[in-house]
């Protein structure tokens, strides 16, 4: 059965750091474009980033560019979101996906609608 377990997320002060893993299990995460995605509390789900099955490919959201690197280690399994100058508007459950059917990171690819598989959420909360 194929699962995304999200981790790393916790409270952090503004300015602050952290880094995120999104852990495949059931399947292998080398031929998936791997999007992660945040929402807000009363807010739609947003598209952060995603990354190509090779991690040639890559694309941020303008709101996180400079601030957030996405990275994956396929030999083990595992696709990372590093955050950096954290900021109280990034407060949010984030979220990570897979999906085959694409080769690139493209804009069309970083959407919420492109992706059918999901983990259940890590919340990330800046605050002072």
């Known amino acids: 059965q194929l699962q995304l377990v999200e981790s790393g997320g916790g409270l952090v002060q503004p300015g602050g750091s952290l880094r995120l893993s999104c852990a495949a299990s059931?399947?292998?995460?080398?031929?998936?474009?791997i999007g992660w995605f945040r929402q807000a509390p009363g807010k739609e789900r947003e598209a952060v980033s995603c990354?190509?099955?090779?991690?040639?490919?890559?694309n941020y959201a303008d709101s996180v560019k400079g601030r957030f690197t996405i990275s994956r280690d396929n030999a083990k399994n595992t696709v990372y979101l590093q955050m950096h100058s954290l900021k109280t508007e990034d407060t949010a459950v984030y979220y990570c996906?897979?999906?085959?059917?694409?080769?690139?990171?493209?804009?069309?690819?970083?959407?919420?609608?492109?992706?059918?598989?999901w983990g259940q959420g890590t919340q990330v909360t800046v605050s002072s």
């Open positions: 059931g399947f292998t995460l080398d031929s998936y474009v």
């Open positions: 996906a897979a999906d085959s059917r694409y080769f690139y990171c493209s804009g069309y690819v970083l959407n919420v609608y492109r992706y059918a598989n």
């Open positions: 990354i190509s099955s090779s991690g040639g490919s890559t």
